[in-house]
């Protein structure tokens, strides 16, 4: 068994992230190989073969240039499985890799069982296992759901160059929005999640957070819709936070809001629904209508 | 400029999902179904661009399930698509996405869409494939995962979004496909004058196997709900009980509450 693992490499730096390639490779077992596009001044330490592609040439963003240089590599080293991270350079490549190869491929794993992979479906309520019926084939695995590695050791790099793509030109990157709240330091955060159900209703959550000495946060879709300002959202394309207290108000738990929020040290989670997958995390799940728990939660932590 | 708009049907995400007798998806019986979020900017990004480009733009929308996702298809022309294509398959649902892309790209062949907009992913199965995967098939330029989108000279300007709220901005030539993150806009809701002048708009049935000619790459062996990890509290019942529990639960186990 062997498989190709694919590193990311953004902004002329690394991603942490590949490391949880490796976790994931020592899981699967058998041998491994590794592609970057990136630089030679930033290679893991890991003692195998490794495609290196510059970035400087080819561009951080270039998924069709990628695509090819994966190709490339997969025709040398013929693995049963390419590897990416599932994240905005695993799936947007991903499936490129895997229409040129008519490999299945199987996306967001978050395990392996039962000789098929396990991921997550309907927002994360519910599992699924997938099992591929090609003999390649090309998996992204879920950011966080595997512990990174440091494997160690001195690459055996290989060269690969590439010409083309398609016409598509990356401008440039644009540094996320400025917070004028900083939701890292504080000790309590509760949060307003779609089952608070309109911007009105906000006020009601903020009520508790003041109760509680703490700051107001946010799922996306309340961010999104304009209720409340993205400084004070949660998740992996808003803060992550590691209060002493999280309190979710009308959030499902969906796997990118988790992932700001699951270091809390204690977390209460006030849901209508008993099966939100925000339970599965939760020190406490309060089965309840937020705009009748809440405020009665309210009055009694300020008298 | 020609436009195709790909939307799926899906549960409401609050049901409560049971296996089927198959045990390989869930059971339709008893769940309320709606268009997929991610979708929903995808058509009005299409409607928005409309609105720019005048009658230039001739806007198909299209699904791939049963009959009831017509519901969708309806929706998707309330809100300003032109025409509907309905790609009839009581089995979707275990279809994998090599083959739901496969329907789409044997459909869209030939007919000269400039662009396509699909959503990022769908929020039942959620593999973030179709559209990219659709893009390959044609040949057409890709990009993905978009919170800002505008079109000019026949180039679009597209603003991806990427981890920790860094932007990546891209610029591509139509014939592209791109899909749609959340947030991209805010998707209207249709009116009920334009839902009456909907329902004169063309509505097309196609029988799946017009188009299908590929074997599933993936199968589901097994659809099933999360272990239960066990070890938090459930509380239930009296509100005023209920509040009462917590706080000395909170009092016990976190120092915020003395
Ligand atoms: C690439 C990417 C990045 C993302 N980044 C983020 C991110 O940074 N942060 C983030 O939060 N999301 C993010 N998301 C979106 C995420 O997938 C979910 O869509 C989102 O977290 C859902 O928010 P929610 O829980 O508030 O809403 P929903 O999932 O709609 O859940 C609402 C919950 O409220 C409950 N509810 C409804 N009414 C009531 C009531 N009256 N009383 C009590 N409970 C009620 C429901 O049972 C349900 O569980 C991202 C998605 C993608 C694809
Ligand atoms: N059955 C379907 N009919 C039409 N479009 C679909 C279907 N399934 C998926 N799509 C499109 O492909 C996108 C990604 O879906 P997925 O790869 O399943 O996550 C969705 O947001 C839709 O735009």
């Known amino acids: ?303 | 400029m020609k436009i195709l708009i790909c939307v799926k049907q899906v549960p409401d995400m609050e049901s409560r999902f049971k296996p089927d007798n198959a045990g390989v998806w869930f059971s339709d019986t008893d769940l309320a179904f709606r268009m997929n979020e991610y979708d929903e900017y995808a058509v009005e990004q299409a409607v928005q661009l409309r609105e720019q480009l005048g009658d230039a733009a001739d806007l198909t929308v299209l699904s791939i399930g049963p009959d009831r996702i017509v519901e969708a298809l309806k929706k998707a022309l309330a809100m300003g698509c032109d025409r509907a294509v309905h790609i009839q398959d009581p089995a979707a649902a275990l279809k994998d996405p090599w083959q739901i892309a496969a329907i789409i790209a044997a459909f869209a062949k030939d007919k000269g869409f400039d662009l396509i907009f699909t959503g990022l992913q769908s929020q039942d199965r959620g593999s973030a494939q179709v559209g990219v995967t659709v893009a390959e098939r044609l040949g057409f330029a890709c990009t993905t995962t978009l919170v800002g989108f505008a079109f000019a000279d026949g180039v679009i300007t597209a603003k991806r979004e990427l981890e920790g709220g860094v932007k990546g901005v891209v610029k591509l030539r139509t014939p592209a496909l791109v899909t749609c993150q959340l947030g991209l806009n805010v998707p209207r809701y249709p009116t009920l004058p334009n839902i009456m002048k909907s329902k004169k708009k063309e509505l097309v049935t196609i029988p799946v196997a017009d188009l299908l000619h590929e074997e599933a790459l993936a199968v589901t062996a097994r659809f099933y709900p999360p272990a239960k990890k066990g070890g938090g509290i459930v509380l239930e019942g009296d509100v005023g009980d209920m509040a009462e529990k917590l706080i000395a639960i909170l009092k016990e186990k976190t120092n915020v509450l003395r």
Not at chain 1, 54 to 82: F, M, R, S, T, W
Not at chain 1, 250 to 269: E, N, R, T, Y
């Open chain 1, 1 to 303: 068994m062997k498989a190709l693992l694919i590193c990311e490499y953004r902004e002329g730096k690394l991603l942490d992230s590949s490391f949880e390639l490796f976790g994931f490779a020592a899981q699967l077992g058998g041998e491994t190989a590794l592609l970057l596009v990136g630089a030679e001044a930033q290679l893991p330490a890991y003692g195998g073969p490794l495609y290196l592609a510059d970035a400087a040439e080819c561009g951080e963003y270039n998924p069709d240039l990628h695509k090819q240089l994966i190709l490339q590599a997969v025709a040398k080293e013929n693995p049963d499985y390419i590897v990416f991270v599932h994240s905005s350079y695993g799936w947007d490549l991903a499936p490129r890799v895997a229409a040129r190869l008519k490999a299945a491929q199987v996306s967001e794993v978050i395990g392996l069982t039962d000789g098929g992979f396990e991921v997550g479906c309907c927002n994360a309520k519910m599992r699924r296992t997938v099992k591929p019926t090609t003999a390649q084939a090309v998996l992204t695995i879920q950011a966080g759901a595997f512990p990174a590695q440091q494997p160690g050791g001195t690459p055996q790099i290989q060269r690969l160059v590439a010409e083309g793509g398609n016409g598509m030109e990356f401008v440039g990157y644009e540094p996320a929005e400025a917070k004028d709240v900083d939701l890292t330091r504080a000790e309590v955060i509760v949060s307003a999640g779609r089952g608070v159900g309109k911007k009105e209703n906000v006020p009601v959550i903020a009520a508790l957070a003041r109760a509680l000495g703490g700051e107001l946060g946010a799922s996306r879709p309340v961010v999104d819709a304009g209720w409340v300002e993205h400084s004070h959202q949660v998740g992996t394309t808003g803060q992550t936070v590691s209060p002493k207290l999280y309190v979710a108000c009308g959030i499902s738990g969906a796997i990118q809001h988790l992932a700001g929020m699951k270091k809390a040290d204690f977390i209460v989670a006030i849901n209508k629904d008993k099966d939100a997958p925000i339970g599965e995390i939760a020190d406490v799940l309060v089965v309840a209508d937020v705009l009748q728990f809440v405020p009665a939660l309210t009055a009694k932590v300020a008298r």
